[in-house]
């Protein structure tokens, strides 16, 4: 299979969609199955060109200067030098510029298009879009999600619980149940004391680890508050957060509220092949809270490197945690989490046995075995367009059988 994926994102911009694209990229590769990507610039970060990937003009994205806006005639005007290359599918993987410049783009080549779902929107829109009633905001991402979803032959939906969610609001598209897997063999060794040691954290004190992109919709607010009350119980306990994003400023301000100076340390984007895996390895727990989450990889990464986890259980995360035995999953509740991440840093045994059996966790949600998954819809995509019969337009589907069986591999 030849792979033609558009996304409104990718490395060097870091977040769970570059992760899996590229993770998804990497295994489908190795599995005999070409990719090209098309992508925005980034300025100098990506002036020198990369093996397979179209790099977009584009321009920063108001509120949120990380991200880059495509320039979706330029994605359009590449049909011609496309058209030649053997392309079987196109993928979009983000609902902005690249879903309706990827449509456009499908037509123009005559291809199938697959999309993946990766964001909750209904949880997300509301805090780009402050001046919107909340209301409102969830009313436009459901709809605009409906409409989206028409246009694809395939969903690919990382969670059971984002594609009920998509169905309760009369998304009818064949979609599966595929969640991006993890590259285990990146995700070992790492030296947690090289990272105390670094930052100067005493060996012995109790570390909380937090890695994500610093937004709003990653619910870090609700993780400080945990922290203030577990620090009256556990007075040294450190919070380390990685990461950046539009929230950093706000999330500094919140935890010097809270008087969580000295027990908050902000330490950046880190190196994944290095200082991350350090940073992580570092913590006594990983704690999480996110309710937007389709997946929660930042879980996996965890638990393959054997740290315990401690995380609410909602969308894609509950997914992750529903049989973890390295996990702990705690209420949506600040208290509640707060005295669940209490009583787990009380207790080295239980501890070591939840850190013993968290690379178990991991190893099932391999990168391979998501790939082999998602070259099948590939094939089988690809063949019903080239079907006698076949429309060119949409695919809808009433969920049935097969959503079920996808949700149950999941």
């Given at each position: 299979m030849r792979i033609l994926m558009v996304s409104d994102v990718s490395f060097p911009r870091v977040n769970g969609v570059s992760t899996s694209i590229a993770t998804f990229r990497q295994s489908l590769a190795e599995l005999g199955h070409d990719s090209?990507?098309?992508?925005?610039?980034?300025?100098g970060r990506t002036a020198v060109p990369e093996a397979d990937v179209i790099r977009v003009p584009a321009r920063p994205v108001p509120?949120?200067?990380?991200?880059?806006?495509?320039?979706?005639r330029a994605v359009r005007a590449l049909a011609p030098r496309l058209a030649a290359q053997g392309f079987d599918v196109v993928h979009v993987h983000t609902p902005f510029v690249a879903h309706y410049a990827g449509i456009a783009l499908a037509r123009a080549l005559g291809l199938p298009v697959v999309e993946t779902y990766h964001t909750?929107?209904?949880?997300y829109l509301h805090h780009y879009v402050p001046l919107l009633p909340r209301v409102a905001t969830r009313y436009l991402a459901r709809r605009l999600s409906v409409s989206q979803c028409r246009d694809v032959a395939a969903l690919v939906v990382p969670s059971a619980q984002m594609l009920a969610t998509l169905r309760g609001y009369g998304v009818a598209a064949r979609a599966e149940v595929l969640p991006t897997g993890i590259d285990l063999a990146r995700f070992r060794g790492g030296d947690g004391a090289r990272f105390r040691a670094a930052h100067g954290i005493?060996?012995?004190?109790p570390v909380l680890v937090h890695i994500s992109r610093v937004a709003h919709e990653k619910n870090i607010d609700f993780?400080?508050?945990a922290v203030a009350r577990v620090r009256a119980r556990v007075p040294d306990v450190l919070l380390v957060i990685a990461g950046e994003g539009p929230a950093l400023g706000h999330v500094r301000r919140r935890a010097a509220a809270?008087?969580?100076d000295g027990s908050?340390?902000?330490?950046?984007?880190?190196?994944?092949?290095?200082?991350?895996?350090d940073c992580y390895r570092a913590g006594d727990l990983f704690v999480f809270a996110s309710r937007t989450e389709t997946q929660g990889l930042v879980l996996l990464e965890a638990l393959a490197l054997g740290v315990p986890v401690v995380s609410t259980a909602v969308m894609g995360t509950a997914d992750v945690l529903r049989d973890a035995k390295g996990a702990v999953i705690a209420p949506d509740e600040v208290g509640g989490f707060a005295d669940t991440v209490a009583g787990v840093l009380a207790d080295p045994a239980r501890r070591a046995r939840l850190a013993a059996a968290a690379p178990a966790d991991a190893a099932g949600w391999s990168a391979p075995a998501m790939a082999r998954r998602l070259a099948t819809l590939y094939h089988s995509v690809a063949a019903n367009h080239a079907a006698p019969g076949y429309s060119g337009r949409r695919q809808e589907e009433a969920p049935g059988d097969a959503d079920r069986v996808a949700a149950s591999d999941a």
């Open positions: 090209v990507l098309i992508a925005p610039a980034y300025g509120r949120d200067p990380e991200d880059r806006l495509m320039s979706a909750f929107f209904e949880e005493p060996p012995g004190r993780v400080l508050e809270l008087g969580l908050v340390l902000f330490v950046g984007y880190l190196a994944r092949d290095g200082a991350l895996l």
